[in-house]
């Protein structure tokens, strides 16, 4: 399976980095965060794995933590259309 992956570093949430894989077809395969709320965090990357990426951005896109003006949910859409873009390898 050929396969593409991004590390993005977030901004404004408590988690530092996501670190993101997806299939040729844009199908996630897996989600690693680093820092933030690691219950909830494992949470969104088992439940986004095995969805296209642009179904995940229409749910998550603009969730908001707190007074935050972002949150990991969202912080997790940037990535994914950082990913969208990313080149397939093998």
Do not use: W
């Not at 896109?61 to 707190?66: E, M, N």
């Not at 949150?71 to 390898?89: F, I, N």
């Amino acid at each position: 399976m050929k396969t593409k992956h991004v590390q993005y570093e977030t901004r404004g949430t408590c988690s530092k980095l996501i670190d993101v894989t997806a299939d040729e077809n844009n199908i996630i395969q897996q989600v690693f965060f680093l820092g933030g709320c690691n219950g909830n965090l494992q949470g969104v990357s088992q439940l986004v794995r095995g969805q296209h990426i642009d179904d995940v951005i229409k749910r998550l896109d603009g969730i908001r933590c707190g007074t935050k003006g972002t949150s990991c949910p969202d912080q997790l859409c940037r990535a994914l259309e950082k990913l969208k873009d990313a080149p397939v390898e093998g």
